[in-house]
């Protein structure tokens, strides 16, 4: 996708367990460096339970290592595994995060929960709020290659 002309270069895919397989089997082919949040941020935490600023500091690593990987291979970089963004204790806002990191890299998730409308984005049908309301920016919906 060309986001030339967009502030945000924010977009996601919406698959199952099945299809990220698929993804997974076809990594070579596609145009993205992965990155699993769920892996890596629990790398970090290990080593960083401790720190007194957590959220920033959980931010912090979150972008430089999107900016590490995008200055390697400068490709559209997919975040998948990232429900741990949602835990109580980062005390971050994944939505505002995706949406920064979207300003300065082309970002696409992954999403296996229910997308009602373009923006709107949930766990499940009994969630009554949705985890994402993307409605302030544009955001794409990419397609399986």
Sequence with gaps: MNFTNYKYKLSYIHCNESDMTSL????????????NLGKELSRFLRSNSKSKFLSYDVSNFIHQRCLAIYQKRNF??????????????LEIKPEQLLIELS????????????????????????????????????IHKQELL
């Design 76 to 89: 559209t970089i997919l975040l998948y595994n990232i429900g741990i963004l949602f835990e109580p204790f």
């Design 24 to 35: 997974f089997q076809k990594r070579k082919l596609n145009p993205f460096s992965f990155l």
């Design 103 to 138: 300003s300065r890299f082309p970002i696409v998730f992954v999403w296996n929960g229910m997308i009602p409308s373009q923006c709107l984005f949930f766990w499940n049908s009994n969630e009554p709020l949705p985890a994402f309301d993307f409605s302030s920016i544009t």
